[in-house]
């Protein structure tokens, strides 16, 4: 009689450890027969702090939006790229070459 693969498998894990069941709800309490009200929520209580009020806490507050997705990020590139171009089309117009050009030279011929 030969062993399967199986057979070796199932024998050789351990049976799973049964975990004891957990504390249990306690049951609801009943509504009186013929009480057709909704019940009323609960008032929200805010936890107390150590802080006093009006200070800062020294844990940051959480930030909805952490950064830039990767389409902000084209765009602002993209933004970027245009204004370098035109940067250097203003820069290389012959009206401000010849201003830039002055001005080095005044600079270099007032030094010395």
């Not at 940051?60 to 171009?85: C, I, K, N, Q, W």
């Not at 820069?91 to 070459?97: A, D, G, R, V």
Request: cysteine-free; charged content about 20%; proline content about 18%.
């Amino acid at each position: 009689m030969s062993v399967t693969t199986l057979e070796r498998d199932i024998a050789a894990k351990p049976p799973a450890p049964t975990e004891p069941p957990g504390p249990t709800e306690p049951p609801a309490p009943s509504e009186p027969p013929g009480h057709d009200a909704p019940a009323t929520p609960e008032p929200e209580v805010e936890p107390e702090t150590s802080t006093p009020p009006g200070t800062r806490s020294r844990r940051p507050m959480p930030r909805r939006d952490a950064g830039m997705s990767t389409a902000e990020y084209a765009v602002g590139t993209l933004a970027a790229v245009a204004f370098a171009l035109l940067l250097i089309k203003v820069i290389n117009s012959p009206e401000i070459l010849d201003a830039l050009t002055a001005l080095v030279d005044r600079a270099l011929n007032s030094a010395g």
